[in-house]
Nanobody
Framework: VQLQASGGGLVQAGDSLRLSCVAS????????MGWFRQAPGKEREFVAS?????????LYADSVKGRFTISRDNAKNMVYLQMVSLVPEDAAVYYC????????????????RGRGTQVTVSS
């Protein structure tokens, strides 16, 4: 599985942004998907995950709960991260991840990880 994230950019605090991640392969629906981020000088941080198949189960880091929404479109091999009310602390490189075991997404040890997309939030 190859993952390609996009949608990052420079926004102001309070703005919204939607990240997208497209996955290669024909069995996308069998993979749990997720996002994590890493800011300069900080440890990698779990952001959100969504279960495989119907995506009926989602999980969020406390720091983004209520502001970020993860979703998937299996027909398009896409996973999204809708981010609203962005704050400077959200600035980081965001990575898309895939694994057939959801736990590996949450533990940030996915089998597959794409190149990140930079999100910068100005105050």
């Amino acid at each position: 599985v190859q993952l390609q994230a996009s949608g990052g950019g420079l926004v102001q605090a309070g703005d919204s942004l939607r990240l997208s991640c497209v996955a290669s392969g024909s069995s996308f629906f069998t993979y749990a998907m997720g996002w994590f981020r890493q800011a300069p000088g900080k440890e990698r941080e779990f952001v959100a995950s969504i279960s495989r198949y119907t995506g009926g189960s989602t999980l969020y880091a406390d720091s983004v709960k209520g502001r970020f929404t993860i979703s998937r479109d299996n027909a398009k091999n896409m996973v999204y991260l809708q981010m609203v009310s962005l704050v400077p602390e959200d600035a980081a490189v965001y990575y898309c991840a895939a694994d057939q075991v959801l736990h590996n997404i949450i533990e940030m040890t996915p089998t597959y990880r794409g190149r990140g997309t930079q999100v910068t939030v100005s105050s």
